[in-house]
């Protein structure tokens, strides 16, 4: 069975140092992989998407991710935090039509 | 661009009433969804729809009901709400399948039932 899992349900940064979001799959097919945010009372934006194409995605906001088939994983990174990067983040595994399951979210806090 | 927009944005039922939530998309997607967003719990679908007239149960299909008369248009339908069915409800259109193409989400409504 097709599984995501969200290994952080809070991650707490200072503005100005790395964000790391951890997000590991389990799956025997090759899967697409997403990570989406969601600010407080808004709906879902994607940040990126992976497909297969290239190993290391780059997104929107200065986020990237990188996915490592050996390690399962799927973590999302960004070099240096913004207050508005305050939010909640998904990562969504898709192993094929309909077939998609979102993690339980980790929810940012970005100290100032 | 209005994208995705869901109404109402908030509402209140008592146990066993009935109500619809309304989503509309501007993009002229041929997919669309239904979520529910409970804490700790991630997004659940509800039901889906491959293109105008037709619909397809999700991973939490029971007591809910939907439509599709319009392509644009998708209503999710709660015919006799429980305390269960408290919860945030998300509408989602995209242009391919989910995992085949990003999806667009609405602001969301927070459904309380009492």
């Known amino acids: 069975a097709q599984s995501v899992t969200q290994l952080d349900s809070h991650v707490s940064v200072s503005e100005g140092t790395p964000v790391l979001l951890r997000c590991n799959y389990s799956?025997?097919?090759?899967?697409?992989l997403f990570w989406y945010v969601q600010h407080p009372n808004k709906g879902l934006q994607l940040l990126l998407k992976?497909?297969?194409?290239?190993?290391l995605v780059k997104g929107i906001n200065g986020f990237e991710a990188e996915f490592k088939k050996s390690e399962t994983s799927f973590h999302l990174t960004k070099p240096s935090a913004h207050m508005s990067d305050a939010a909640e983040y998904f990562c969504?595994?898709?192993?094929?039509?309909?077939?998609?399951?979102f993690g339980t979210g980790t929810k940012l806090q970005v100290i100032p | 661009n209005a994208g995705v927009t869901q109404t109402p944005k908030f509402r209140v039922l008592k146990t066993g009433q009935s109500m619809t939530l309304l989503c509309a998309q501007d993009?002229?997607?041929?997919?669309m969804y239904w979520y529910r967003q409970d804490p700790g719990m991630g997004l659940r679908l509800i039901h889906y729809?491959?293109?105008?007239?037709?619909?397809a149960k999700g991973e939490v299909p029971d007591g809910y009901n939907v439509s599709r008369l319009k392509k644009q248009n998708f209503l999710l339908g709660l015919e006799s709400a429980a305390p269960s069915q408290t919860s945030v409800y998300f509408c989602?259109?995209?242009?391919?399948?989910?995992?085949?193409?990003?999806?667009?989400f609405g602001q969301g409504t927070r459904l309380t039932v009492v």
């Open positions: 989602a259109s995209s242009y391919l399948g989910q995992g085949d193409s990003e999806a667009f």
């Open positions: 799956s025997s097919y090759s899967p697409s």
């Open positions: 992976y497909t297969s194409a290239a190993t």
């Open positions: 969504v595994y898709s192993g094929g039509y309909q077939k998609v399951t």
């Open positions: 993009m002229n997607h041929e997919y």
């Open positions: 729809s491959v293109g105008e007239g037709t619909t």
